[in-house]
């Protein structure tokens, strides 16, 4: 069965920690991973895209990893503020299916 | 990217009525998904909503319990039908604008939350 994972399910650090979020997938055939954010009560907001091709994705102090063999993705949040407290969910794309699996999740909280 | 927006931004039903949720795109996408998000779970694909024929389902929606109109590029409707409070969830829609697939990235609405009584 196709999965995502993620771990930790929660976390809670001082402000200005650099952290890092991991994302587990079962099979290493995916067409991409996007990683998003989503507020309490609101939709997705999209973080990074990593195409297959690609090992790493970079937008502001947010930096993604794909390491396909592994089946896994990290998250790296660098100098974390209060405002990236939401939760964090990546979502995976296998090949042969075409459809987007979410993983479960890890709620962070950044405390001032 | 692409701006969705989604009406009502929340309800709360009476068990065995329906609601009737709509997605609308600023731009003109082939596809387009919903989705439900339980409370305190991950999202799971309801259906894929292609422009001109029927919507796709995943395993465990039913299109009478779930039915999906798409008449145009930039619009789509969901009605959860024959509400149980089992279906409180928030509902979203979401458009990959970027090409055919459903794997280039997709952008979402910021969803309906349904609290059903």
């Known amino acids: 069965k196709q999965e995502v994972t993620q771990i930790p399910a929660a976390l809670s650090v001082p402000e200005g920690e650099n952290l890092v979020l991991n994302c587990s997938f079962t099979?290493?055939?995916?067409?991409?991973l996007q990683w998003f954010r989503q507020d309490p009560g609101k939709g997705l907001t999209s973080l990074l895209l990593?195409?297959?091709?690609?090992r790493e994705q970079t937008s502001g102090r947010l930096n993604a990893s794909l390491d396909k063999s592994s089946g896994r993705s990290t998250l790296y949040i660098a100098a974390s503020q209060p405002g990236d407290s939401a939760t964090y969910l990546c979502?995976?794309?296998?090949?042969?299916?075409?459809?987007?699996?979410f993983g479960t999740g890890t709620r962070l909280k950044v405390l001032a | 990217s692409a701006v969705i927006s989604q009406k009502p931004s929340r309800d709360i039903c009476q068990r065995g009525t329906s609601l009737t949720i709509q997605c609308q795109v600023d731009?003109?996408?082939?596809?387009m998904f919903w989705y439900r998000q339980q409370p305190g779970q991950s999202l799971t694909l309801i259906a894929t909503?292609?422009?001109?024929?029927?919507?796709?389902?995943e395993s465990g929606f039913v299109i009478d319990k779930f039915p999906i109109s798409r008449p145009n590029l930039t619009f789509s409707t969901l009605t959860v039908s024959n509400m149980s409070p089992e279906d409180s969830s928030i509902y979203l829609c979401?458009?990959?604008?970027?090409?055919?697939?459903?794997?280039?990235?997709?952008?979402f609405g910021p969803g309906t939350r349904l609290t059903v009584l």
């Open positions: 979401s458009v990959a604008p970027s090409g055919r697939a459903s794997y280039n990235e997709q952008f």
């Open positions: 990593i195409q297959s091709s690609q």
């Open positions: 731009s003109q996408v082939t596809m």
């Open positions: 099979d290493s055939a995916i067409y991409n």
């Open positions: 979502a995976v794309v296998y090949s042969g299916t075409y459809k987007y699996i």
């Open positions: 909503a292609n422009q001109g024929s029927e919507a796709t389902y």
